[in-house]
């Protein structure tokens, strides 16, 4: 197993991945990508993310039910 400071290295430097087996629409992917940034000022501010496409489309969906 890796050392807790490998896992912080590979947190820190390695691109994010989502596995094949996990079905992810694209803007779902991309969203989680942009919520991942390394760099702080990369992220999105709160009004952005809720005003992403996936969250404007699923807003509400689990309540709906």
């Known amino acids: ?12 430097h390695a691109p994010v991945a989502f596995p094949p087996e ?6 779902a ?3 989680i990508t942009k919520l991942l940034a390394k760099a ?6 709160l009004d952005e993310m809720l005003a992403h ?4 489309r699923h807003a509400g ?3 709906q039910q």
């Open 61 to 63: 969906v689990a309540t």
């Open 1 to 12: 197993p890796d050392s807790v400071e490998a896992t912080h290295e590979k947190i820190k």
């Open 22 to 27: 996990h079905a992810l629409s694209d803007e």
């Open 40 to 45: 702080p000022d990369e992220r999105p501010t």
């Open 53 to 56: 496409p996936f969250i404007v």
């Open 29 to 31: 992917k991309e969203l």
